[in-house]
């Protein structure tokens, strides 16, 4: 671990790790703002949710939430948070060392009295620090946005704790799948494409599986690991799913390092 | 001990060639050039020696340490400017500069100003506002602020103009005087010939011939110009004669080998004119291309 590097690292990702924080917090506290207006109406509400297609409810990931409830109405919000998050983690994974080969710093970089181990140390600490501060607005935004907006309303603490302490696996599973994905193609030119097709491709497994009731596309997805309305009914994680997540973290962070440590960096030609 | 030893070292990229069983020494307080034309091996020899890429077979040691076990050790003393210049785009060149000297031990904030003023680099712009040539400077700058004991020069003068060309191969030969080992990699003969005390030539991967710069310009080849009124080219043809060309009465051909027997042939004939000279360093790396 070199704290040049991971100091470096952080301050070239705290204008992002803003952006994303704020925008995180704007989704919570704009959607929970309408809560009080739709609570009056709530089982207008959960009348009309009954008369849309079942597919389009599931693709939702709004199947069985019952809208009146500060939970369910959060549940909801919860799966766009978690694409934001999913999105960010994934820039960051697939970001991490490609963005020294591809504006070519890694030369730079890697001829530092340096191990490779202590780069993808640094670099994967100081991405962690960074993606804490954005889920620790999430809980902050959440917290007091339901405080500001759930009009006293009594709601399962114990149940939101536990979706929110999901957060860090989740962000855990994109930041390394990334980093491993990154590592494994020669050159990724370009981070967004690539971020945006492993967060927003999880999302439409996750989407898809609940449309066609498929229980196999539901494995290889994070979405579906950390199910939203599944935590915040039952209270509890479905763990063998959650255990899919683990494993794929751990894989792809042992697989980082295998493969970063044989890394023959290309040359700028 | 050597401060650079290289043991045929071999790198293919999958089925391309990188460089083939290279093995050479530079000695401490050399200036060790390193010529051949773009894709002959150069760089990738000197990413080997920074483990910044992994070799096929081979080994090499620096310091006396192994280069890829000793890595982190052995850059500490290592100062690398590579041939194309990329740096943190959105950065300062102070910051940059700091960054970089952040991973040395002790304090470089003095030589960092004086190697900024000396070659002229201002510290407050951006990287991405510079040119070529000024981002060329930041690498030079970069690369010594924590006075290594050896350094790899890739390509080091490409972008910079004459006057910096002169001020930056003064900057070496100080380096050099205190002590410092030089790896100097170029295409550009005449700056080897400038700088280095032996070179190194790389053709296609492999060493076609490591010498001394003198002994390689004294006692190869003679260049040999003879001026006559009839003259037949073939009466030159033999063995130790290359490049041989006729025009306007004029004989043209380098020689290797005895020069008495070329001596002897010219004296029998009637001539206008005769050169002999040392050949540049240029034409005696084209005869390696060939």
């Given at each position: 671990?070199?704290t040049?590097?991971?100091?470096?690292?952080?301050?070239?990702?705290?204008?992002?790790?803003?952006?994303?924080?704020?925008?995180?917090?704007a989704?919570?506290?704009?959607?929970?703002?309408i809560?009080?207006?739709?609570?009056q109406?709530?089982?207008l509400?959960?009348?009309?949710?009954?008369?849309?297609p079942?597919?389009?409810?599931?693709?939702?990931?709004?199947?069985?939430?019952?809208?009146?409830?500060?939970?369910?109405?959060?549940?909801?919000?919860?799966l766009?948070?978690q694409?934001?998050?999913a999105?960010?983690?994934?820039?960051?994974?697939?970001?991490?060392?490609?963005?020294?080969?591809?504006?070519?710093?890694?030369?730079?970089?890697?001829?530092?009295?340096?191990?490779?181990?202590?780069?993808?140390?640094?670099?994967?600490?100081?991405?962690?620090?960074?993606?804490?501060?954005?889920?620790?607005?999430?809980?902050?935004?959440?917290f007091?946005?339901?405080a500001?907006?759930?009009?006293?309303?009594?709601?399962?603490?114990?149940?939101?704790v536990?979706?929110l302490?999901?957060?860090?696996?989740?962000q855990?599973?994109f930041?390394?799948?990334?980093?491993?994905?990154?590592?494994?193609?020669r050159?990724v030119?370009?981070?967004?494409p690539?971020?945006?097709?492993?967060?927003?491709?999880?999302?439409?497994?996750?989407?898809?599986?609940d449309?066609?009731?498929?229980?196999k596309?539901?494995l290889?997805?994070?979405?579906?690991?950390?199910?939203?309305?599944?935590?915040?009914?039952?209270?509890?994680?479905d763990?063998?799913?959650?255990?899919?997540?683990?494993?794929?973290i751990?894989?792809?962070?042992?697989?980082s390092?295998?493969?970063?440590?044989?890394?023959?960096?290309?040359?700028?030609? | 001990?050597?401060?650079?030893?290289v043991?045929?070292?071999?790198?293919?990229?999958?089925?391309s060639?990188?460089?083939?069983?290279?093995?050479?020494?530079?000695?401490?307080?050399?200036?060790?050039?390193?010529?051949g034309?773009?894709?002959?091996?150069?760089?990738t020899?000197i990413?080997?020696?920074?483990?910044?890429?992994?070799?096929?077979?081979?080994?090499?040691?620096?310091?006396?340490?192994?280069?890829?076990?000793?890595?982190?050790?052995?850059?500490?003393?290592?100062?690398?400017?590579?041939?194309e210049?990329?740096?943190?785009?959105?950065?300062?060149?102070?910051?940059?500069l700091?960054?970089?000297?952040?991973?040395?031990?002790?304090?470089?904030?003095?030589?960092?100003?004086?190697?900024?003023?000396?070659?002229?680099?201002?510290?407050?712009?951006?990287i991405?506002?510079?040119s070529y040539?000024n981002?060329?400077?930041?690498?030079i700058?970069?690369?010594?602020?924590?006075?290594?004991?050896?350094?790899?020069?890739?390509e080091?003068?490409?972008?910079?103009d004459?006057?910096?060309?002169?001020?930056?191969?003064?900057?070496?030969?100080?380096?050099?005087?205190r002590?410092?080992?030089?790896?100097f990699?170029?295409?550009?003969?005449?700056?080897v010939?400038r700088?280095?005390?032996?070179?190194?030539?790389?053709?296609e991967?492999?060493?076609?011939?490591?010498?001394?710069?003198?002994?390689?310009q004294?006692?190869n080849?003679?260049?040999?110009?003879?001026?006559?009124?009839?003259?037949?080219?073939?009466?030159?043809?033999?063995?130790?004669?290359?490049?041989l060309?006729?025009?306007?009465?004029?004989?043209?051909?380098?020689?290797?080998?005895?020069?008495?027997?070329?001596?002897q042939?010219i004296?029998?004939?009637?001539?206008?004119?005769?050169?002999i000279?040392?050949?540049?360093?240029?034409?005696i790396?084209?005869?390696?291309y060939?």
């Amino acid at each position: 671990m070199s704290t040049t590097i991971f100091k470096h690292e952080f301050r070239m990702r705290l204008r992002s790790v803003i952006i994303w924080s704020l925008a995180v917090a704007a989704i919570i506290f704009l959607y929970l703002a309408i809560y009080p207006s739709f609570s009056q109406d709530a089982e207008l509400l959960n009348e009309m949710m009954a008369n849309f297609p079942p597919e389009l409810l599931a693709a939702f990931g709004m199947t069985g939430i019952d809208m009146a409830s500060v939970l369910g109405f959060y549940g909801l919000i919860f799966l766009f948070v978690q694409i934001c998050l999913a999105v960010q983690a994934a820039n960051y994974g697939f970001g991490l060392v490609s963005m020294e080969e591809r504006e070519l710093t890694a030369d730079f970089l890697l001829s530092k009295p340096v191990s490779r181990q202590q780069i993808l140390t640094s670099k994967l600490l100081a991405v962690l620090i960074c993606l804490t501060i954005t889920n620790a607005v999430t809980w902050i935004s959440t917290f007091a946005a339901l405080a500001l907006f759930s009009q006293g309303r009594p709601y399962e603490a114990r149940h939101l704790v536990l979706l929110l302490l999901s957060i860090v696996i989740f962000q855990l599973v994109f930041l390394t799948v990334g980093v491993v994905v990154s590592l494994l193609v020669r050159r990724v030119r370009s981070v967004t494409p690539y971020a945006m097709a492993l967060a927003f491709g999880a999302y439409l497994l996750g989407a898809f599986s609940d449309m066609l009731g498929d229980v196999k596309l539901e494995l290889i997805t994070p979405f579906k690991h950390f199910d939203a309305s599944y935590i915040l009914q039952n209270g509890a994680y479905d763990l063998p799913r959650v255990m899919i997540s683990v494993v794929a973290i751990v894989a792809s962070v042992m697989g980082s390092y295998w493969l970063y440590t044989r890394r023959d960096i290309p040359s700028v030609t | 001990m050597s401060i650079i030893a290289v043991n045929n070292l071999t790198k293919y990229y999958g089925k391309s060639r990188g460089i083939v069983d290279v093995s050479f020494q530079v000695e401490e307080g050399e200036i060790f050039g390193f010529i051949g034309p773009n894709g002959a091996g150069k760089s990738t020899t000197i990413r080997l020696l920074l483990s910044l890429i992994y070799p096929s077979s081979g080994s090499a040691a620096i310091f006396g340490k192994d280069a890829i076990q000793h890595g982190p050790v052995i850059r500490q003393e290592i100062g690398y400017l590579p041939s194309e210049v990329f740096y943190y785009e959105r950065m300062k060149v102070i910051d940059l500069l700091k960054y970089s000297a952040s991973f040395f031990p002790g304090d470089h904030t003095a030589r960092m100003h004086e190697l900024a003023e000396y070659m002229e680099l201002d510290l407050g712009r951006r990287i991405d506002d510079l040119s070529y040539g000024n981002k060329k400077k930041v690498g030079i700058v970069q690369g010594l602020l924590h006075r290594p004991k050896l350094l790899f020069l890739d390509e080091p003068t490409s972008g910079l103009d004459p006057l910096m060309q002169r001020k930056f191969f003064q900057l070496i030969r100080e380096e050099n005087q205190r002590g410092v080992t030089v790896f100097f990699s170029s295409h550009i003969l005449g700056e080897v010939q400038r700088l280095c005390n032996r070179v190194g030539i790389i053709k296609e991967g492999r060493i076609v011939e490591i010498s001394d710069i003198r002994t390689l310009q004294q006692n190869n080849y003679k260049k040999i110009r003879v001026a006559a009124g009839e003259l037949n080219p073939a009466y030159f043809a033999a063995a130790g004669v290359t490049d041989l060309e006729h025009a306007n009465g004029v004989v043209r051909f380098f020689f290797k080998g005895d020069i008495n027997t070329v001596v002897q042939q010219i004296s029998s004939l009637n001539v206008t004119d005769v050169t002999i000279e040392e050949p540049t360093l240029e034409e005696i790396f084209m005869h390696y291309y060939e």
